[in-house]
């Protein structure tokens, strides 16, 4: 099994920035693919970054450039850096991992997740 743990949510103006951060335990292995997803009220889950040993990182275009994702294997954790922060950006954000290689952009595609840490931006 496999634990996942965020941390660095919280309230931020428009502009600003959040670090968050994913803390792994238990069977994880520096192959498996991990990622964020992010999930607003009456909205599906959306996927915004993922990290991956062998196929590097990918964002959701609502990100990209504004978001980085990081992996640190020796410490078993992934950080979102999220700089540029907009009032849409503001959801519970998810960290998850996959028995895979490669990167997944549907959620249906992790095996485990976190709890969620939310992340609000005022305007």
């Known amino acids: 099994q496999v634990q996942l743990v965020e941390s660095g949510g919280g309230l931020v103006q428009a502009g600003g920035s959040l670090r968050l951060s994913c803390a792994a335990s238990?069977?994880?292995?520096?192959?498996?693919?991990m990622g964020w997803f992010r999930q607003a009220p009456g909205k599906e889950r959306e996927f915004v970054a993922g990290?991956?040993?062998?196929?590097?990182?990918y964002y959701a275009d609502s990100v990209q450039g504004r978001f980085t994702i990081s992996r640190d294997n020796a410490k078993n954790t992934v950080d979102l850096q999220m700089n540029g922060l907009k009032p849409e950006d503001t959801a519970v954000y998810y960290c998850?991992?996959?028995?895979?290689?490669?990167?997944?952009?549907?959620?249906?595609?992790?095996?485990?997740w976190g709890q969620g840490t939310q992340v609000t931006v005022s305007s």
């Open positions: 998850a991992a996959r028995r895979a290689r490669a990167i997944a952009s549907r959620a249906s595609e992790y095996n485990y």
């Open positions: 238990g069977r994880i292995f520096s192959s498996d693919a």
């Open positions: 990290v991956s040993w062998t196929y590097g990182t």
